[in-house]
């Protein structure tokens, strides 16, 4: 934002000045003339080109992710031997695992180009000044992956075949995960 000072000037160059005739301020504001630049079609392109990766890549992803879960599924196993601790049980706090946003770009590097390809518009166009647009979108990034997750899993013992009590089990334990979720459900 630039202020622009106007000031009244005299007819004459040699005019005395007057009590009435002081001289006088006026402020304006003016906006700068911003040029937005836009990327073309083919930059966009060009950028997303970036994110991909090949099909080998793919393949390595999906086996380190793999890997990941199957490390999750042993401390899940581990948790009947931990549960009367007071606290969280060790097999599950002491132990390292993937944010699930990590997993989430990890495996799908056009989430993290795309999130970020947001966050810079954001920034170059005042976004961000009003609010903190990189922790909206990050909240919705946490969002998008955990419930996908939840898909994921409610799906992969329903394609399974599993018996009903088991996807039974498994519909109660993802209502219960939402329900806990902060800001899903209204405070009653």
Not at 44 to 50: F, G, H, I, Y
């Amino acid at each position: 934002m630039v202020v622009v000072l106007a000031e009244k000037k005299f007819d004459k160059p040699n005019q005395e000045e007057r009590p009435w005739q002081r001289k006088t301020t006026n402020l304006s504001v003016v906006k700068p003339q911003t040029e937005v630049q836009r990327k073309s079609y083919e930059d966009l392109e060009k950028e997303a080109e970036a994110w991909r990766i090949t099909r080998q890549e793919v393949r390595a992803r999906v086996h380190a992710l793999r890997t990941e879960l199957e490390e999750y599924k042993s401390q899940i196993e581990g948790v009947p031997f931990d549960i009367l601790a007071d606290a969280i049980p060790r097999c599950l706090d002491n132990t390292r695992r993937e944010d699930l946003n990590d997993l989430v770009t990890g495996l799908n590097p056009l989430i993290g180009g795309l999130f970020k390809r947001c966050d810079d518009v954001a920034r170059r166009h005042g976004v961000d000044a009003e609010m903190d647009y990189n922790a909206q979108l990050f909240e919705l990034e946490m969002q998008l992956s955990d419930t996908g997750y939840y898909i994921g899993i409610l799906a992969g013992v329903i394609f399974a075949g599993c018996s009903k009590e088991t996807i039974d089990r498994f519909e109660h334990g993802l209502g219960f995960a939402l329900e806990s979720k902060h800001g899903v459900v209204k405070d009653d």
